[in-house]
Nanobody, 126 residues
Framework: QVQLVESGGGLVQAGDSLRLSCAASGRTSSVNVMGWFRQAPGKDREFVAA????????YYADSVKGRFTITRDNAKNTVYLQMNSLKSEDTAVYYC???????????????????WGQGTQVTVSS
């Protein structure tokens, strides 16, 4: 089992920045990818970004490319999502996820992640 705990959400204004953190514990050796997804009210959960533990390869949704950056700290088993130039449409509950996933298409699909955090609310006011 892998446990994930997110932090860093909050209420910000459009154009502001926010950094989310996701601390992983447990059998982290059983996963190779950590990602961020988000879900707005009435919408499906959607892919935001992901990072491969072994080589730091990153993946981003088109909607956040150039504004969001995913990074990791191996020593702390923590993944970060730096969110800049936030827009009102970024408002959602953000979830950290971990799994054993291969391929760019598979990485963007929530069903391929076995472990999920509890979620953290990000609200961007315009």
């Amino acid at each position: 089992q892998v446990q994930l705990v997110e932090s860093g959400g909050g209420l910000v204004q459009a154009g502001d920045s926010l950094r989310l953190s996701c601390a992983a514990s447990g059998r982290t050796s059983s996963v190779n990818v950590m990602g961020w997804f988000r879900q707005a009210p009435g919408k499906d959960r959607e892919f935001v970004a992901a990072i491969i533990w072994s080589d730091d390869k990153t993946y981003y949704a088109d909607s956040v490319k150039g504004r969001f950056t995913i990074t990791r700290d191996n020593a702390k088993n923590t993944v970060y999502l730096q969110m800049n130039s936030l827009k009102s449409e970024d408002t959602a509950v953000y979830y950290c996820a971990a799994g054993l996933v291969f391929g760019s298409v598979m990485i963007a699909a929530p069903l391929n992640y076995a472990y999920w955090g509890q979620g953290t609310q990000v609200t961007v006011s315009s």
